[in-house]
């Protein structure tokens, strides 16, 4: 690997037409990685494939923000830079995602709001310690950790629009208040029937399973989910309905993320594939609530929120059926009767009442999750990780798992809450874009500017500590994968040539590079 000097760096521009020469630039000016080299794409490797040498810093990806393994990992621990005053804030938000909320009214209304329809009574009982959700591996267990969402597509002149689906909305919600379904009396359908607030179906999984088999014999066994909605409270939905079935993910590390500067993914982006690798990568430019303008969607998992503010908030909305001054509706649609009948639990002692959660409340839990640490790193300098390192980088993983970033500087920041996670490198491997990741994967339910078959590239950091932190072992956005080689099985699209990269390695070459990613 030659380390080229600034006019062997010249001379390489030379040689490249100016769209490579701008994207090999934008790159150099954008790399934190203390890279080795540069060069135009169709002569030399592409950036993302060279191996740069190991730093400190990679110990430590939530930079100041990094949380210890002690007592126990897990991924819902305060950012240690979070300066003392601001502290009991982020124990009191802990205190309100962790609640189990309770349907109103009650003498209380600082807990009470739940549903009428909803997926769970707390944040954290799908975020357990603030890791990914459990998905049922048999299909007599209800569907619980995970969401279903649901769109239509509407002709509009000569454009598709996604709209959600008329009868049930946009998110499947398979709880409700009602007694008969808290003590399993009778099933939706019934419930509709007797006139009470009804699930809006009950959701189960069924696995399709294939083998994969490696030039040198091994055989992996893949599953595959496909979704079995049971008890349709309002009957059939609209025939043409998308569905997509999405696993809770990780919640760690959301303020560093909000703090990578905009024009950092930007610079990322590569819609048309200019260099040529064969992977573009796109940002879901989204409406930020906040400004009433576009930004890239950062969260969900195909980039379609760009603000923690509204992601935070639409799952209260959404998922416990808790209203707030940002989502004020109840999750009940027109067709819901008895659902938009039920009393609300918004309180009247606060001056900002009017609401199940009020905006001071809800300010608790964004702070919670904007200061959420990440654990540090395992058994970095262990033989194996360390040749899995290189191979991560020369497979090409890190096209798209993008090591790290430089969080923008105390001034930049989008809220002066986050300042103090301001300047830090962070290791989250992702680059935050939507990647076309094939048909296997695909959900073919359109997401804002995502297609039916891009997702954001997953983050890997603390993915080690998963199954440690929680007992989930469940990957890819429907959690389909149980191990990270099956993920990587699984890839497709504009990862097919990585994945095929993968595929050719020895067998102690691919536990290598394992052992790699196992230890982020
Ligand atoms: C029923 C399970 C469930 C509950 C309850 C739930 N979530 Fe989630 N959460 C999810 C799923 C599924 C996603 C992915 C959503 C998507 O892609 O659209 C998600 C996404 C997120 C993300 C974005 C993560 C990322 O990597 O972009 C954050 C942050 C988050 N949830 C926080 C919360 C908070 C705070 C609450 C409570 C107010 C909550 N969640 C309640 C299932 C849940
Ligand atoms: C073209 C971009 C791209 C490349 C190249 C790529 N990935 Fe991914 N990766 C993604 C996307 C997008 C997802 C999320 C897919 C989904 O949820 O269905 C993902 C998901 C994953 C996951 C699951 C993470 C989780 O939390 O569920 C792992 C593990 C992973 N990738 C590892 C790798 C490794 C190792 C390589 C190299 C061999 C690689 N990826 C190459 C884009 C890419």
């Known amino acids: 690997m030659h380390k ?13 037409t100016s769209v490579q020469r701008n994207s090999v630039l934008r790159l ?11 060069g135009c794409s169709q002569s030399e490797q592409p950036d993302s494939r060279i191996v740069p040498a190991v730093s400190e810093a990679e110990l430590r990806p939530g930079g100041n923000a990094t949380t210890s393994l002690m007592p126990f990992p897990s991924f819902d621990k305060l950012a240690p830079s979070l300066p003392d005053v601001d502290k009991p804030d982020f124990h009191a ?23 009428p329809v909803y997926n769970a009574r707390a944040c954290l009982a799908c975020h357990v310690r603030g890791g990914k959700g459990l998905i049922p591996a048999d299909s007599q267990t ?35 208040v009602a007694l008969q379904h808290q003590l399993r009396l009778s099933n939706p359908v019934e419930m509709v029937a007797a006139g009470q607030v009804a699930p809006e179906a009950y959701a189960y ?54 703090m990578i500067p905009e024009e950092a993914i930007q610079a990322l982006a590569d819609p048309d594939d200019q260099d ?17 303008e576009l930004a890239p969607g950062r969260f969900g998992l195909k980039a379609n929120k760009a603000s923690i503010n509204e992601i935070v908030a639409g799952a209260f909305a959404n998922d416990l059926g808790i209203s707030n001054p940002l989502f004020p509706e109840q999750p009940c649609t027109s067709a819901q009767i008895d659902c938009l009948k039920q009393p609300d639990g918004n309180g009247t002692a606060h001056e900002d009442s009017g609401f199940e959660l009020p905006d001071h409340l809800l300010q608790l839990v964004i702070r919670f999750t904007n200061n959420l640490g990440v654990p540090k790193r395992r058994n970095a300098d262990d033989a194996d990780v360390q040749a899995g390192r290189s191979l991560f980088y020369q497979s090409g993983c890190a096209s798209c798992h993008q090591p790290s970033f430089q969080t923008a500087s105390a001034e930049q920041a989008v809220s002066p809450e986050l300042t103090h996670l301001a300047n830090q490198t962070i290791w989250p491997y992702t680059d935050l874009l939507l990647h076309d990741m094939g048909p296997d994967l695909a959900d073919h339910r359109p997401d804002g500017d995502a297609s039916g078959s891009e997702w954001r590239t997953a983050p890997l950091w603390g993915i080690g500590l998963s199954a440690q932190v929680n007992g989930s072992r469940n990957l890819l956005h429907d959690g389909r994968a149980q191990t990270i080689e099956e993920a990587i099985l699984w890839h497709g699209g504009e990862a097919s040539a990585v994945r095929q990269r993968f595929v050719a390695l020895d067998s102690q070459q691919r536990q290598q590079l394992l052992a790699f990613v196992r230890s982020l």
């Open 28 to 38: 150099a000016a954008l790399m934190i990685v203390t890279a080795g080299s540069v």
């Open 142 to 176: 209800p569907l619980f950790s995970g969401l279903v969402k649901m769109s239509i597509p509407v002709k509009t002149g000569d454009d598709i629009e996604w709209l959600p689906e008329p009868t049930y909305g946009e998110q499947l919600q398979t709880q409700s």
């Open 4 to 16: 080229p000097g600034l006019s062997r760096l010249v001379a390489l521009l030379k040689q490249c």
């Open 93 to 115: 938000g802990r205190a309100l995602a962790r609640q189990p909320w309770v349907k109103a009214p009650t003498i209380t209304d600082a807990r009470d709001g739940l549903g």
């Open 205 to 258: 999984i069924q696995w399709q399973q294939h083998t994969f088999t490696y030039p040198d014999g091994t055989i992996v066994t893949l599953r595959q989910p496909s979704l079995d909605l049971q008890h349709l409270a309002y009957g059939d939905m609209h025939a043409e309905t998308a569905f997509s079935l999405r696993n809770a993910p990780m919640i760690q590390g959301m303020g560093l993320l909000e």
């Open 276 to 292: 040529q690798d064969g992977i573009s990568g796109r940002v879901n430019q989204v409406l930020d609530i906040r400004t009433g």
